[in-house]
């Protein structure tokens, strides 16, 4: 698979990321999802998606999801500081994929430097 969609963690956003920002126009098995939920991961392969349990910061699971050959990597974890550390590696194993990542605490969205 390559120029697929990767969303980390679909959980309570990754329906919608699986449907919307950033998926938009993709077939659903051209969007590999990753979470450590065996719900949310049973939910995504109900909805057509490839899926893997496992955690977003951890590059073996981040390599099965073929990050390294993805389009686009979608960030919808539900604590910032593992989206954080996911984006960081993702950034290491995919340096020209578009990373789209949400923030939980508006503290720690990122703002527009003046």
Same mark, same amino acid.
């Given at each position: 698979m390559n120029d697929? @969609? &990767? @969303?980390l963690g679909f959980g309570t956003r990754g329906p919608q990321r699986g449907r919307g920002a950033g998926a938009e126009g993709t077939s659903h098995e051209r969007i590999v999802i990753v979470d450590r939920d065996t719900s949310s991961v049973a939910e995504a392969t109900g909805a057509g998606h490839v899926a893997i349990c496992g955690s977003a910061a951890s590059e073996s699971v981040l390599r099965e999801a073929l990050v390294d050959r993805?389009?686009? &990597?979608? @960030?919808a974890l539900d604590r910032d500081d593992a989206a954080i550390l996911a984006a960081l590696m993702l950034r290491r194993l995919s340096p020209k994929a578009t990373m789209i990542a949400s923030a939980r605490e508006a503290e720690n969205a990122l703002r527009p430097m003046s």
């Open positions: 697929h @969609v &990767v @969303v993805a389009g686009q &990597v979608i @960030v």
